[in-house]
C-alpha cells in the first residue's frame, strides 16, 4: 500500500491500479487530508469489458466503504466510467480507496479496468 502523496510542483496527482475479473479487492492508494477529490476524472477505465453472465459492476470506495464514491460502476462496455456518489470532494483525513469487481450470474473469464483517483493535495 502506498502512502499519501504530495508533489512539490503545482500539478494534479493521482492514484492508479488495475483491476481484473479475479481480483478481488483492490488497494488502489491513499490520498493525503486535505486534498480535493476530482471526480469527473477520477473513476474505472475499463479496457477489456467484464464478462459475468448477469452484471458487471466495479464498486470505488475506502476500506471502511466499498462503494463510497463509484457505486455499480458499468465494467461490461471498455469506456471511462466516472466516480457517481454525490458525497464531498474534500477528504477529512489521508484516504485509502478501494476497488472491487461485483459480479453475477455466471462467473466471469475475461475482464480489467485501470482505477483512477484524481485529487489536489
Given at each position: 500500500m502506498?502512502q499519501?502523496r ?5 500539478q494534479?496527482h493521482y ?9 478481488g ?16 476524472i ?12 448477469t ?6 470506495g475506502?476500506t471502511?466503504?466499498d462503494?463510497l ?18 458525497v464531498t470532494?474534500v477528504l ?5 480507496f478501494?476497488a ?7 462467473a466471469?473469464s475475461a475482464?480489467s479496468?485501470r ?6 493535495p
Amino acid at each position: 500500500m502506498s502512502q499519501a502523496r504530495k508533489y512539490h510542483t503545482q500539478q494534479v496527482h493521482y492514484l492508479d491500479a488495475t483491476l481484473n475479473f479475479d481480483s478481488g479487492v483492490v488497494t488502489v492508494g491513499t490520498a493525503p487530508a486535505g486534498a480535493i477529490l476530482l471526480k469527473p476524472i477520477s473513476g474505472a477505465s475499463v479496457n477489456v469489458a467484464f464478462n459475468a453472465g448477469t452484471n458487471n459492476f466495479i464498486d470505488i470506495g475506502t476500506t471502511a466503504n466499498d462503494d463510497l464514491y463509484g457505486t455499480d460502476l458499468a465494467g461490461g462496455t471498455i469506456a471511462m466510467v466516472p466516480l457517481d456518489e454525490a458525497v464531498t470532494q474534500v477528504l477529512a483525513a489521508d484516504t485509502t480507496f478501494t476497488a472491487t469487481y461485483a459480479q453475477t450470474g455466471t462467473a466471469a473469464s475475461a475482464g480489467s479496468a485501470r482505477i483512477i483517483i484524481a485529487y489536489i493535495p
